[in-house]
């Protein structure tokens, strides 16, 4: 159940972790300049000053985060993460009429590296030749001939920054509301980004018990 709080939405709480529901518009972690200190581990840190970053979501993006409430804990999710043990799933809707992947299940696969776009950082570009490898699984859920817009799930099984924004430009279906890699008309489409970290899935690292939350979006 979600608990409201000083400035965030605590999902839950133990003497491990923090699950947070992070609004769109929000930094996850201070920026560069005063006008860029608010943000949710601020937020956080102020109920919880022993809570530590554990990974980050774009200030665009909304969703579910993860808190340590130690270092050590901090390390077992950090390792968990960069082993692919928690399990992320989000929602986007996009532009356009996105075509279901031709598999047995409906997910399809995204591997498309991904480099920094020097010139024009912090923008990111797909790049065969300097990109790390990068990879979003993908399926449709349903498409609203009215709107002209297709809502999808996203795994992505590799971190990279800005990975499924840049993933579905690349694919030809921009998400609605991205300021960064979509058309100007389909930035228009939406007053914010429509992506949502919706579920997380982890093993808790005191107990051992699988844990899953989610988080419905707000579109």
């Not at 972790?17 to 518009?25: A, D, E, I, T, Y």
């Not at 300049?33 to 608010?38: P, R, Y």
């Not at 809570?51 to 390390?75: N, Y």
Request: contains cysteine; proline residues 7%.
């Amino acid at each position: 159940m979600t608990a409201l709080t000083t400035g965030f939405a605590l999902i839950h709480a133990d003497d491990s972790l923090l699950v947070l529901n992070k609004p769109s518009g929000l930094l996850s972690v201070p920026g560069r300049g005063e006008d860029k200190q608010d943000c949710l581990s601020r937020r956080v840190q102020h109920c919880y000053p022993e809570a530590l970053i554990v990974h980050r979501l774009d200030m665009a993006t909304s969703g579910l985060m993860l808190m340590a409430r130690s270092p050590a804990i901090q390390r077992v999710l950090s390792q968990s993460f960069e082993q692919r043990e928690i399990h992320k799933t989000y929602l986007a809707v996009v532009d356009g009429c996105l075509a279901p992947a031709p598999s047995p299940d409906g997910w399809g696969l995204i591997d498309l590296p991904i480099a920094a776009d020097w010139p024009r950082r912090p923008l990111r570009i797909i790049d065969a030749a300097l990109g790390k490898p990068s990879q979003t699984r993908w399926r449709v859920l349903a498409f609203d001939a009215a709107t002209n817009s297709t809502r999808v799930a996203l795994e992505p099984l590799t971190g990279r920054s800005h990975q499924l924004r840049v993933h579905l430009q690349a694919l030809g279906h921009p998400i609605l509301g991205d300021q960064l890699y979509a058309p100007e008309a389909v930035q228009a489409r939406s007053a914010r980004l429509l992506l949502h970290a919706s579920r997380l899935q982890l093993t808790h690292p005191a107990s051992g018990h699988r844990l899953t939350f989610e988080s419905a979006p707000g579109f």
